[in-house]
Each structure stands twice: as C-alpha cells, then as structure tokens.
C-alpha cells in the first residue's frame, strides 16, 4: 500500500502562487506515475498534470504555461509549482500515485486526502 499527503493549500488572490507537495510512503517497490487532479464544487474531478517514472510531463490545457509538475525520485514526493492563479483554480487538490506500469492518462490506484487551494479575485 502506499500513502499520499498533501501540503500548501492555502488562500491567495489573483496572480499570486502556490506550491503543493505530495509525499508517498509505505510498502512499494516503486512509484511510476503521480499527478494531480482538482474537483471544485459541482464539477466532475479532473486532471491537472502527471509526470512519469521516466519524467514526462502532460497538463491540462487550462493550466499549461502557469504550472509545473515535477519530483523528487530519492524522496517519492511530487511537487506542484502554480503560478499566475485565477480564481477558476478554486479547487480541492488530489495528489494521485500508482506503484504499477500504465499510461500516464490511467488514474493511479491512490489517492492523498486533499488540500484546498482558494484563488479570490
């Protein structure tokens, strides 16, 4: 199994920015890819970016060119650089992992619990 905890959510306004960082732990052999996903209120959970074991990156088209997903393979942790924040990034943030070989659009089998990031105009 493995465990996934988020931090850095937070309130900020329009324009500023915010970094999330998502630790794994637990018994695994490896972590192959991680990302994160959003939900805000009434709308479906989405994908935001996804970066794999072999360091590919991809982003939603929403946020390509304000953030970055990147990660530190010795500390199995997944960070998430958002610049530039709308108020349309008001969302809960999901870190998502999988310890198993599958194309980065595959939801991965964990989930961490969430951190809120709040974008006000």
């Known amino acids: 199994q493995v465990q996934l905890v988020e931090s850095g959510g937070g309130l900020v306004q329009a324009g500023e920015s915010l970094r999330l960082s998502c630790a794994a732990s637990?018994?695994?052999?490896?972590?192959?890819?991680m990302g994160w996903y959003r939900q805000a209120p009434g709308k479906q959970r989405e994908l935001v970016a996804v970066?794999?074991?072999?360091?590919?990156?991809n982003y939603a088209d929403s946020v390509k060119g304000r953030f970055t997903i990147s990660r530190d393979f010795a500390k199995n942790t997944v960070y998430l650089q958002m610049n530039s924040l709308k108020v349309e990034d008001t969302a809960v943030y999901y870190c998502n992992a999988d310890d198993e070989n599958r194309r980065w659009s595959l939801v991965g089998k964990y989930w961490g619990q969430g951190t809120q990031v709040t974008v006000s105009s």
């Open positions: 970066i794999t074991k072999g360091g590919i990156t």
């Open positions: 637990g018994s695994f052999s490896s972590i192959t890819n």
